[in-house]
């Protein structure tokens, strides 16, 4: 900031120039004391939020900087995240972690110098001098000697209202537009849910002639009959059927090649794990082998237009991956595929199991390791309603239309956000610029001038802080006596 042209009254001025040093302490080992480290601090919001309360005998070594209200915290670890806070009313006299460099303002607004140490220019000129690679920090020198616009104290007091103001209204927009995902996330798993009860395609039903209903052999699961009932969970039409997930296609597994022979691995066949399950459509992978590690291993290759799903991992404590392979993969041994029988449309059986994820999710059990696991007998046994074929494919059709709507949304947010978070380092720019009150400046030329101007502000801060050091005691000169002689 220091290459900037100043508005009329105002100076440039070091950190140090405007705040003077806090002093630390060591909790006495019977008092209680709340305690703010570094996690302690909402990066997004810029506020303290669920600090410790401590034990004076349970306090870390770290906990040693006492705060007040209107200091300024600011992260000295990883200072490009920037975790900073101003101090409200209710951690006056609190203690802080030493990696925090606390600013205590003298004379200038607090509220003005947590602006600045939130603006872009900081943050770059701390984040420049860091050093370490584990745990990259900034030294309490780097943010002393930052230098910045400083305008005059009527002025700052002008500048704080206003980001307030208008950092508030950002803050706002953000908080409304990190909700769209959510409700997004909600509305995909609403249209799956009508999608395979029927209830999405019920104008277009009443308009069709009879509807022929899927056959498909039954298989033999009575040994998990309750598992089979229990996720019949939702009424189907008439012409809709009921039917386990193993009587719909042909269940294959996975393998892994061996690692150390080089020849199985770097060839043309996509090998899909969980890592590839991020999207519903898979043609390649992030590994791949040759067809000797296919012919040398359990692998199999997988026909196009199969159903791939994770059975194994700690990805089912969350999630149920699901996607359809558009070319011939293989899968390695934490996966399943199933490829359909006639009748069964893949891209219907894919949001078919969207739509049941939390059932796949509530049945994988742990292992002894840990790690979850999806038993065949149970998802064999998953009750999956499977409507005539060709209203299958216009629940594909409008399910597609409706998930694509979603994700153009979800882009627009997406730039929205980013432009969001722009503007508020725009709006912090054009503060520490003047330009947020060049009207204000032009209407009140006396109080950024004279006595009032940064200049003098910066004097008058240098008496206070001479005015806030201890005297110091002059030792007494002592006066040696000498003894009268007698007589």
């Known amino acids: 900031m220091s290459g900037v042209d100043l508005p009329a009254g105002w100076c440039l001025a070091k950190i140090s120039d405007v705040a003077v040093r806090g002093f630390q302490r060591v909790p006495v080992s019977e008092e209680t004391f709340i305690y703010v480290d570094i996690g302690s601090i909402d990066r997004e919001n810029k506020k303290i939020t669920d600090p410790q309360r401590l034990n004076g005998s349970d306090a870390p070594s770290r906990a040693r900087k006492v705060i007040n209200k209107g200091d300024v915290l ?11 806070a101003l101090v409200p009313d209710k951690y006056d006299n609190q203690i802080a972690s030493t990696g925090f460099e606390v600013i205590k303002p003298v004379v200038v607004d607090s509220r003005y110098i947590f602006g600045l140490v939130r603006s872009k220019s900081f943050i770059d000129a701390i984040s420049g001098k860091v050093q370490g690679a584990l745990y990259p920090a900034a030294k309490s020198a780097d943010v002393q000697g930052f230098k910045f616009p400083l305008p005059p104290l009527a002025e700052q007091k002008i ?26 996330k909600r ?5 799956l849910a009508a999608a395979v009860s029927g209830k999405l395609t019920e104008d277009w039903r009443g308009s069709q002639e009879a509807l022929e209903p899927v056959e498909c052999r039954k298989g ?28 719909l296609g042909s269940i294959a597994g996975g393998g892994t090649p061996r ?12 090998w899909v794990t969980p890592k590839d399950m991020k999207v519903s459509y898979i043609e390649s992978s992030q590994v791949t082998i040759t067809e000797e590690g296919v012919s040398k291993s359990s692998t199999k290759k997988i026909v196009q237009n199969s159903v791939l799903f994770v059975v194994r991992g700690m990805i089912l404590a969350h999630s149920f991956p699901v996607a359809i392979n558009l070319k011939k993969v293989t899968i390695n041994q934490d996966m399943k595929a199933l490829s359909p029988y006639a009748g069964i449309d893949s891209s219907y059986l894919l949001r078919a199991l969207q739509a049941r994820r939390s059932d796949f999710v509530h049945l ?20 999956i309603s499977i409507p005539p074929l060709n209203e299958q494919t216009e629940i594909v059709r409008r399910v ?22 722009n503007l508020t380092q725009s709006i912090l720019a054009k503060a520490f610029r003047g330009e947020l009150t060049a009207e204000w400046r032009a209407k009140n030329p ?26 110091k005691q002059k030792r007494a000169r002592q006066v040696r006596v000498k003894p009268r002689k007698a007589g």
């Open 187 to 191: 509305f995909r798993q609403s249209v």
């Open 446 to 471: 006396e109080l950024i001038s004279g006595e009032n101007s940064a200049e003098a502000l910066l004097a008058r801060i240098k008496a206070e802080r001479a005015a806030m050091q201890p005297v």
């Open 400 to 421: 597609e239309q409706l998930f694509a709507f979603a994700d153009q949304i979800e882009q627009q947010v997406k730039n929205a956000q980013s432009r969001v978070n």
């Open 159 to 184: 500048i704080a209202a206003k980001l307030d103001e208008l950092l508030a209204q950002v803050d706002s927009i953000k908080t409304r537009l990190d909700a769209i995902p959510n409700i997004l």
């Open 259 to 270: 690692k150390s022979e080089e020849s199985f691995w770097n060839g043309e066949i996509p």
């Open 220 to 247: 033999e699961f009575s040994d998990l009959e309750r598992v089979f009932e229990r996720t019949k969970s939702y009424e189907i039409p008439q012409e809709w059927e009921w039917f386990r997930l193993g009587e």
């Open 364 to 383: 994988a059990s742990s292992s002894t390791h840990g790690t979850k696991r999806l038993e065949p007998k149970y998802f064999l046994n998953i009750a």
């Open 74 to 84: 600011v992260s000295l670890t990883r200072p490009n995240l920037n975790a900073v």
